[in-house]
């Protein structure tokens, strides 16, 4: 601190301080993330296994049977903390909310590893967002209004522009003022180091707390994974069983193995019209060996994140089906789509219904069932033939009984798991393995048919994801080199805040089973939940629900342990800022105006992280909706699933033109995104899809 600078930096620091604990002041204590200010390093210890070089440490008592305490535990094996942290400043009375926006700031300091470019350079300010103030603890709480950067530093630092409800300003707690002039730990000597910088970003303002913390490396694991494949053998395709004609179909059921102990099953028949499989030509089934990364109670454990990832000790087969095009293929193959399908759907469900759209433009379409989806493994995929024949396709269903209730669900194997409330994040993770697994095959030139055999273009793979889809495909296409360029539709993030909004049934199920599962029971709103939350850029909100603060900070355990496996943590990676060896890619992200499943703040949320509003499309359901509604052509309320809603005409319409648009865009590489609302401007003088001129962050319902 010898330099002119450095000196002006203290003083503007220190004049205050002679005042410090007058008035309301900032409750300091690092070590207790109750008080905080949080989060804060003093909670980490040194770890050299991991890329940050630290390891969490909050403090746990006795578990019991209690999930979130077992969650505490999942966190300590992480190398930092969540990416859009929840902050929580305490203070010693009763502050103005109005103030904490103006009082409260973050500042970037370094990146620890050179594996990024980062997000923007050190010294960025960062403002806080989403603000909730607890006044029966006099306790701010708010997330970063940016997206941050993994394994990189941080401060928090609040500032006398906070002030109390009689207008003046907050002071510093005299333990601020020993930890920062007369440190007597490693922390409180590296917040020493860090103020006078600190001081010179935020003034005029003066400081009166500080912390500075450090984001764990989201991504690692599945770089690894990547990496370990890539060092694999070549990887095999296997014919699972005859091929198809489309032109032979005349309805299909899923014989799906809904329990166990003895296996029962339920069927879901469906008439298939000609005009869903126009088109194509015929329908492939093959399998491949996929490592299996997940154990015997569907999560993979924690690894340290500079540790090198020790081999699988099992494989899974993965079924896998192709609708081939009946056009011609081109000299180097059909380029291919690989399409992930929504939560509680299976690899047969919305492909199909993308299927012709996608082959009339010259795609053949492959898809897999997603980790823990198309109920169990004895499930049977059958054929009714034009001519009454039946065939008999192996399922590949990858449910599991996880409960042991003896029932196996759409979904079941990959839900929030307690009690390690780990939420979707490893079947996401483990369902992106068995996609890179499936592009390696193709880029190695797999043949899917022993006779004739169906060509490929292996520099020409492309990902589709619809709902569920887009979220793990968001991580795929982050961390893929193999994919060329990608569609999203209605996904969003981060996970727990689409549960937090959703107002879909089944979704909203989930929620209230996961918090009544919290011991004791978190349900707040007799058998609901009502966690009290705010949306972006709303004022701040002063909390007056009783049980919301213990579900909001429950909720934030959830999501931080979600971090690995949500698609957010991955979106700035496809552009703004590639992940080590990978170069920007492109991205198309379509969403609907009032989506009730993943709601607009959560497509926002993606496409902000992305960067991404310049390469999205607005479908205008609240413009369409009354039209339709006119001419007797009602649409669904939740417009979530347009992409592949073929139920009705109108919805057709919209959906093969969402197609089309894919279709355009992935067939000039992610340069172009064709214009497909000739015939709706001429008819209706409307743009059904457009590009929006912000992010939407209301709910619009």
Same mark, same amino acid.
């Given at each position: $601190?010898?330099?002119?600078?450095?000196?002006?930096?203290?003083?503007?620091?220190?004049?205050?301080?002679?005042?410090?604990?007058?008035?309301?002041?900032?409750?300091?204590?690092?070590?207790?993330?109750?008080?905080?200010?949080?989060?804060?390093?003093?909670?980490?210890?040194?770890?050299?296994?991991?890329?940050?070089?630290?390891? $969490?440490?909050?403090?746990?008592?006795?578990?019991?049977?209690?999930?979130?305490?077992?969650?505490?535990?999942?966190?300590?094996?992480?190398?930092?903390?969540?990416?859009?942290?929840?902050?929580?400043?305490?203070?010693?009375?009763?502050?103005?909310?109005?103030?904490?926006?103006?009082?409260?700031?973050?500042?970037?300091?370094?990146?620890?590893?050179?594996?990024?470019? *980062?997000?923007?350079?050190?010294?960025?300010?960062?403002?806080? /967002?989403?603000?909730?103030?607890?006044?029966?603890?006099?306790?701010?709480?708010?997330?970063?209004?940016?997206?941050?950067?993994?394994?990189?530093?941080?401060?928090?630092?609040?500032?006398?522009?906070?002030?109390?409800?009689?207008?003046?300003?907050?002071?510093?707690?005299?333990?601020?003022?020993?930890?920062?002039?007369?440190?007597?730990?490693?922390?409180?000597?590296?917040?020493?180091?860090?103020?006078?910088?600190?001081?010179?970003?935020?003034?005029?303002?003066?400081?009166?707390?500080?912390?500075?913390?450090?984001?764990?490396?989201?991504?690692?694991?599945?770089?690894?994974?990547?990496?370990?494949?890539?060092?694999?053998? #070549?990887?095999?395709?296997?014919?699972?069983?005859?091929?198809?004609?489309?032109?032979?179909?005349?309805?299909?059921?899923?014989?799906?193995?809904?329990?166990?102990?003895?296996?029962?099953?339920?069927?879901?028949?469906?008439?298939? #019209?000609?005009?869903?499989?126009?088109?194509?030509?015929?329908?492939?089934?093959?399998?491949?060996?996929?490592?299996?990364?997940?154990?015997?109670?569907?999560?993979?454990?924690?690894?340290?994140?500079?540790?090198?990832?020790?081999?699988?000790?099992?494989?899974?087969?993965?079924?896998?089906?192709?609708?081939?095009?009946?056009?011609?293929?081109?000299?180097?193959?059909?380029?291919?789509?690989?399409?992930?399908?929504?939560?509680?759907?299976?690899? &047969?469900?919305?492909?199909?219904?993308?299927?012709?759209?996608?082959?009339?433009?010259?795609?053949?379409?492959?898809?897999?069932?997603?980790?823990?989806?198309?109920?169990?493994?004895?499930?049977?995929?059958?054929?009714?033939?034009?001519? *009454?024949?039946?065939?008999?396709?192996?399922?590949?269903?990858?449910?599991?009984?996880?409960?042991?209730?003896?029932?196996?669900?759409?979904?079941?194997?990959?839900?929030?798991?307690?009690?390690?409330?780990?939420?979707?994040?490893?079947?996401?993770?483990?369902?992106?393995?068995?996609?890179?697994?499936?592009?390696?095959?193709?880029? *190695?030139?797999?043949?899917?048919?022993?006779?004739?055999?169906?060509?490929?273009?292996?520099?020409?793979?492309?990902?589709?994801?619809?709902?569920?889809?887009?979220?793990?495909?968001?991580?795929?296409?982050?961390?893929?080199?193999?994919?060329?360029?990608?569609?999203?539709?209605?996904?969003?993030? +981060?996970?727990?805040?689409?549960?937090?909004?959703?107002?879909?049934?089944?979704?909203?199920?989930?929620?209230?089973?996961?918090?009544?599962?919290?011991?004791?029971?978190?349900?707040?709103?007799?058998?609901? &939940?009502?966690?009290?939350?705010?949306?972006?850029?709303?004022?701040?909100?002063?909390?007056?629900?009783?049980?919301?603060?213990?579900?909001?900070?429950?909720? +934030?355990?959830?999501?931080?342990?979600?971090?690995?496996?949500?698609?957010?943590?991955?979106?700035?990676?496809?552009?703004?800022?590639?992940?080590?060896? $990978?170069?920007?890619?492109?991205?198309?992200?379509?969403?609907?105006?009032?989506?009730?499943?993943?709601?607009?703040?959560? /497509?926002?949320?993606?496409?902000?992280?992305?960067?991404?509003?310049?390469?999205?499309?607005?479908?205008?359901?609240?413009?369409?909706?009354?039209?339709?509604?006119?001419?007797?052509?009602?649409?669904?309320?939740?417009?979530?699933? &347009?992409?592949?809603?073929?139920?009705?005409?109108?919805?057709?319409?919209?959906?093969?033109?969402?197609?089309?648009?894919?279709?355009?865009?992935?067939?000039?590489?992610?340069?172009?995104?064709?214009?497909?609302?000739?015939?709706?401007?001429?008819?209706?003088?409307?743009?059904?899809?457009?590009?929006?001129?912000?992010?939407?962050?209301?709910?619009?319902?």
């Amino acid at each position: $601190m010898s330099s002119p600078r450095g000196w002006l930096a203290w003083l503007l620091l220190a004049q205050p301080w002679v005042s410090a604990g007058a008035g309301v002041t900032v409750s300091f204590d690092p070590s207790n993330p109750d008080i905080g200010p949080f989060p804060s390093n003093a909670l980490t210890v040194p770890d050299p296994a991991q890329k940050t070089s630290l390891r $969490m440490a909050l403090p746990q008592a006795d578990c019991g049977s209690d999930p979130v305490c077992a969650g505490i535990a999942a966190l300590n094996e992480l190398d930092g903390f969540a990416l859009q942290p929840r902050i929580r400043v305490r203070f010693s009375g009763a502050v103005d909310p109005a103030t904490l926006r103006s009082g409260i700031v973050l500042v970037w300091l370094d990146n620890l590893t050179p594996d990024e470019v *980062g997000l923007a350079d050190p010294g960025r300010l960062s403002a806080i /967002n989403q603000v909730i103030y607890d006044p029966a603890a006099n306790t701010a709480y708010a997330q970063p209004d940016d997206f941050f950067d993994q394994h990189r530093r941080y401060a928090l630092v609040v500032t006398d522009a906070v002030k109390d409800t009689a207008g003046d300003p907050t002071q510093a707690d005299p333990a601020f003022l020993a930890c920062s002039q007369q440190p007597s730990s490693d922390y409180c000597a590296s917040l020493q180091t860090a103020l006078p910088d600190l001081a010179l970003k935020v003034a005029p303002r003066t400081i009166i707390a500080a912390s500075i913390f450090t984001t764990l490396s989201a991504t690692a694991w599945l770089e690894k994974a990547r990496d370990y494949l890539a060092q694999s053998g #070549p990887v095999e395709i296997a014919r699972a069983a005859p091929a198809i004609k489309a032109s032979d179909i005349a309805s299909v059921n899923w014989h799906a193995q809904v329990k166990t102990g003895p296996a029962g099953f339920q069927d879901f028949p469906t008439v298939i #019209p000609a005009s869903v499989l126009e088109g194509v030509d015929r329908i492939v089934f093959n399998s491949y060996k996929s490592p299996r990364f997940l154990n015997g109670q569907q999560f993979i454990p924690n690894l340290p994140t500079a540790a090198a990832l020790p081999p699988p000790d099992a494989s899974d087969v993965i079924q896998v089906h192709t609708f081939v095009p009946s056009s011609p293929p081109p000299p180097d193959g059909y380029p291919v789509i690989l399409f992930g399908h929504g939560f509680s759907e299976s690899g &047969f469900q919305s492909p199909t219904l993308a299927a012709s759209t996608f082959a009339k433009a010259g795609f053949a379409v492959m898809a897999i069932h997603a980790v823990g989806h198309g109920y169990g493994p004895e499930s049977v995929f059958q054929i009714v033939a034009k001519d *009454g024949k039946t065939s008999d396709l192996p399922g590949g269903g990858r449910g599991v009984d996880l409960d042991g209730d003896g029932r196996i669900l759409d979904y079941e194997g990959c839900v929030v798991s307690l009690p390690a409330p780990i939420g979707l994040r490893d079947c996401m993770r483990q369902t992106v393995v068995d996609l890179m697994q499936l592009a390696r095959a193709l880029r *190695g030139g797999a043949v899917l048919e022993e006779a004739g055999g169906v060509r490929l273009d292996p520099a020409r793979i492309y990902y589709t994801g619809l709902s569920l889809g887009a979220v793990y495909g968001a991580m795929l296409h982050a961390v893929d080199p193999n994919i060329k360029a990608a569609a999203l539709s209605s996904g969003g993030g +981060s996970i727990v805040d689409i549960m937090r909004w959703t107002r879909a049934a089944f979704l909203r199920d989930i929620g209230r089973g996961v918090v009544a599962g919290r011991t004791p029971s978190l349900l707040n709103a007799g058998s609901d &939940f009502n966690d009290n939350y705010v949306l972006r850029n709303q004022p701040p909100k002063v909390n007056s629900v009783m049980g919301a603060i213990e579900l909001q900070n429950f909720f +934030s355990t959830v999501d931080w342990l979600q971090a690995p496996g949500d698609p957010l943590s991955y979106a700035p990676h496809l552009k703004l800022t590639p992940l080590q060896g $990978m170069t920007a890619k492109k991205t198309l992200f379509l969403f609907a105006q009032g989506d009730r499943t993943v709601p607009n703040p959560q /497509n926002s949320a993606l496409i902000r992280a992305a960067g991404g509003l310049e390469t999205s499309s607005l479908y205008r359901n609240d413009l369409v909706a009354p039209i339709a509604r006119l001419l007797n052509q009602p649409l669904p309320d939740d417009p979530h699933s &347009f992409l592949v809603n073929l139920s009705t005409l109108g919805s057709a319409l919209v959906a093969t033109a969402a197609q089309q648009m894919v279709a355009g865009f992935l067939a000039s590489g992610g340069l172009t995104i064709p214009d497909v609302n000739g015939m709706a401007r001429q008819l209706l003088r409307l743009d059904v899809f457009e590009t929006p001129k912000d992010y939407l962050e209301t709910l619009n319902w």
